[in-house]
C-alpha cells in the first residue's frame, strides 16, 4: 500500500523560500503522478502543482507559476516542491497525494492515496 509523507514545512518570511518533500513508501512511484495542493486557514483545499512520471510534465495553478517548481527523483521515491517568494496567502497546510492514472487533471478525488500534510507558515 503506497504511503506519502510530506516534510519540509515551517515558518518563512515573506519572500523567503522553502523546499517541500514528498517521500513514498510502500510501492514505487513510477507509475503515478503526484500532486501537491494546500489548505488556507478557513478555505477550500486548493491544487497547486502536479507532475505526472510519464513524461515529467508539469503543471502549476496560476496563483504559484513562475515561483513554484514541482520535481521528482522515481529512483528515490521522492517527489519535491521548491517554493520561492513566498506570501502570506502562502500560509497553509501542503499535502501531497498521488494519481494511479499518471494524470494531472481531473479532480481531486481521483487522487487515491494522501499524506499527512506540513504546515506551511509564511509571517514577518
Known amino acids: 500500500q503506497l504511503r506519502l509523507v510530506e516534510s519540509g514545512g515551517g515558518l518563512v518570511q515573506p519572500g523567503g523560500s522553502l523546499r517541500l518533500s514528498c517521500v513514498a513508501s510502500?510501492?514505487?512511484?513510477?507509475?503515478?503522478?503526484i500532486g501537491w495542493f494546500r489548505r488556507a486557514p478557513g478555505k477550500d483545499r486548493e491544487g497547486i502543482s502536479c507532475?505526472?512520471?510519464?513524461?515529467?510534465?508539469?503543471i502549476h495553478a496560476a496563483s504559484v507559476k513562475g515561483r513554484f517548481t514541482v520535481s521528482r527523483d522515481n529512483s528515490a521515491n521522492t517527489v519535491s516542491l521548491q517554493m520561492n517568494n513566498l506570501k502570506p496567502e502562502g500560509t497553509a497546510i501542503y499535502y501531497c497525494?498521488?494519481?494511479?492514472?499518471?494524470?494531472?487533471?481531473?479532480?481531486?478525488?481521483?487522487?487515491?492515496?494522501w499524506g499527512q500534510g506540513t504546515q506551511v507558515t509564511v509571517s514577518s
Open positions: 497525494a498521488a494519481n494511479p492514472d499518471d494524470l494531472c487533471e481531473g479532480y481531486e478525488s481521483t487522487f487515491s492515496s
Open positions: 510502500g510501492t514505487t512511484l513510477d507509475t503515478y503522478s
Open positions: 507532475i505526472r512520471s510519464s513524461d515529467g510534465g508539469a
